[in-house]
Nanobody, 116 residues
Framework: QVQLVESGGGLVHVGGSLRLSCAAS????????MGWYRQAPGKLRELVAL??????TNYADSVKGRFTISRDKANTVYLEMDTLKPEDTAVYYC???????????WGQGTQVTVSS
């Protein structure tokens, strides 16, 4: 039904930048929320940023001012990550939430490693 395909992870030095992309396809209703979560080794998965179909955004305090979430009309969501820190190292997961259907979908995850 719904597929999320992520790309853009990799290895970067402290202070560097990366851009993640996530393309959603399938049966996607117009009212939806797309977002990025991350999970570091030994830690719980945490919210990084969300963007609604209306364009409203929400960020974790730890990434405010450094990360920017955006999306296009083709249901692709982007995460521009600047001034990266070692603590940003994690597997980043794309999420699609369909509130009217109470459904959640996850991407396969992409590794982001920030070396000091």
């Amino acid at each position: 039904q719904v597929q999320l395909v992520e790309s853009g992870g990799g290895l970067v030095h402290v202070g560097g930048s990366l851009r993640l992309s996530c393309a959603a396809s399938g049966s996607i209703v117009s009212l939806n929320i797309m977002g990025w979560y991350r999970q570091a080794p030994g830690k719980l998965r945490e919210l990084v940023a969300l963007i609604t179909s209306a364009g409203s955004t929400n960020y974790a305090d730890s990434v405010k001012g450094r990360f920017t979430i955006s999306r296009d009309k083709a249901n692709t969501v982007y995460l521009e990550m600047d001034t990266l820190k070692p603590e940003d190292t994690a597997v980043y997961y794309c999420n699609l939430h369909l509130p009217t259907l109470s459904r959640n979908y996850w991407g396969q995850g992409t590794q982001v490693t920030v070396s000091s």
